[in-house]
């Protein structure tokens, strides 16, 4: 007979292979090949070294692109085939995306500049890719909370936390947390945790911290991920989810 901890542990393997099928994506986090913050001008894009803005991929893309106009937090594309369009930053619609064989690249805003992130379907990140390990399950770490519109509740290890999420409007919620094992067992800017939602209002969640998860930033050092806020520093080692990956500590 499967017991409970045994369903549970199946439902933790099926969690864990879709989040590294996610993660080798062909737009992945494990694609991400460049960041560059860019100035007001028009740039060219491509390959080639005469451009401004340098891509990979060179011999498996076009050399020179186009060129790209950015004025304060405004982008428009001139594509090398004559068309023009804006970009919207921080969209991921296919027509705020350039895309020409296997890279592409996106204008992100950030802290009031703009910044160009570059992906590449073979950077070395996603070809070169080992997998994540996890700590062993603990049913233990699946923590009861209350969610009371801004902030989740609980108890852990005798002790009450409000944690904050990044935006309490969004479902799933997505926390970053830190503990004891940050920087050592585990990579030291915080893993995430996104939680379901039962429904819009106040009432009971669960933080399964067992599905705490390496942000981008500890595969790549282009992604620009969020620390935890000093409410989500947790005093205990949590030993569940994914363990540091590499040598992005």
Known sequence: MTTTTETAQQAQQAWHQERLRALQAPDGWLTLAGLIWLEDGLHTIGPAADCALQLPGAGRCPDRW??????????????ADGSTRPLQPNATGPDDIVQK??????????DGALALRIKDSAADTRTGF?????????????????????QAHCDIDGRHYALRPQNAEADPLHFVIGDAT??????????????????????PILLDLNRCINPPCAFTRYALCPVPP?????HVAVLAGETNYGDHA
């Open 101 to 110: 064989g296997p890279v592409s690249f996106m204008v992100l805003a950030r």
């Open 66 to 79: 186009g060129r790209l106009q950015i004025q304060g937090l405004t982008a428009v594309w001139h594509d």
């Open 182 to 203: 940050s920087g050592s067992l585990s990579y030291g800017g915080g893993r995430f945790l996104y939680v379901p939602r039962a429904s819009r209002a106040p009432g």
């Open 230 to 234: 000093p409410e989500n520093r947790l």
């Open 130 to 150: 080992q997998g994540t390990t996890l700590f062993p399950f603990n049913p233990a770490l699946q923590i009861p909370a209350h969610w009371d519109g801004a």
